[in-house]
């Protein structure tokens, strides 16, 4: 009998324990803190007043009213991002953030909510042409460095201008760095304002910032001087980078994301915002 009361007040106790951390688990889901940089326009901007806007920002509103939590956008520099909400300061990045293997092995992700490719901006005065139409690459380099060569004899001597720490970088160091200069920058704005005073001849990013560039300043003589680059390179597209062993999280932002895609809500935002549809590839 004292055996089976112990057993009983263990189990008792699990069970208690259990109800605590769901319960736990779903205020921590009542409000969603969620980190941006603010300052990587058409993605994500902040206002005047301390407000965020753009894309990213839009589609969040909707789709935290869909999840019926109350999110909180936060600014946080890019670099600061991922180690930020590692270390509990936030509960989700969102930041045209790319899935790749390399991030996966200390954060996971939402399904996507953009599938953008990438390309090459330059001053139309300077004449730098390298080529147009698309290209689409496979994340291998044995496999992608044919499809690169004509790219690569156009860049030679080149200085290219990228921001640190993206996919992006990686792959302009691997396929171009024996034939041009390449210059990082911490922030988006810093390679196109060098590229503007002829600090630089070409600037990479994907193309959804830089056709929010140039619609922005119509007049400031960028043009697009390359073929959009897409495909598995890029990974599975841009989504929310969340914390690993969060499965309620993941599978409420994931549902709440393929409906937006379901009833195009997403294309729509896509084409206010970028002037292109981004929606992902169906899963």
Not at 30 to 58: C, H, K, M
Not at 180 to 190: D, H, L, N, S, V
Request: charged share 25%.
């Amino acid at each position: 009998m004292k055996n089976k009361k112990i057993e009983f007040a263990v189990c008792s106790l699990l069970m208690l324990f259990a109800s605590c951390s769901l319960n736990a688990q779903a205020k921590d889901l009542e409000t969603i803190q969620i980190a941006t940089e603010g300052v990587y326009e058409p993605w994500n901007r902040t206002l005047p007043d301390g407000s965020f806007d753009g894309f990213e920002p839009e589609m969040a509103k909707v789709l935290c009213e869909r999840m019926q939590v109350r999110c909180k956008i936060v600014a946080q520099d890019w670099d600061g991002l991922i180690p930020g909400l590692r270390a509990g300061k936030f509960d989700v990045v969102m930041d045209a953030l790319a899935i790749s293997e390399e991030r996966r092995k200390v954060i996971d992700f939402s399904r996507p909510y953009t599938k953008a490719p990438a390309t090459f901006i330059a001053l139309q005065s300077s004449g730098v042409d390298l080529g147009r139409g698309t290209l689409h690459l496979r994340g291998k380099p044995e496999l992608d460095t044919p499809a690169v060569d004509d790219l690569r004899n156009r860049l030679k001597g080149k200085l290219i201008g990228i921001v640190s720490g993206t996919v992006y970088s990686k792959f302009i160091h691997e396929q171009f760095g024996e034939v041009a200069t390449i210059r990082e920058y911490k922030t988006p704005p810093e390679p196109l304002m060098d590229l503007k005073n002829g600090r630089v001849d070409v600037v990479f990013e994907d193309l959804g910032f830089l056709a929010g560039e140039m619609q922005r300043a119509s007049d400031s003589g960028l043009v697009l001087v390359g073929p959009a680059i897409n495909g598995p390179i890029w990974g599975e597209g841009e989504a929310f980078g969340i914390r690993k062993d969060e499965p309620e999280l993941k599978a409420r932002l994931d549902a709440a994301i393929a409906s937006l895609i379901a009833d195009g809500t997403i294309s729509e935002l896509s084409r206010k915002w970028f002037k292109h549809d981004f929606t992902p590839p169906s899963q």
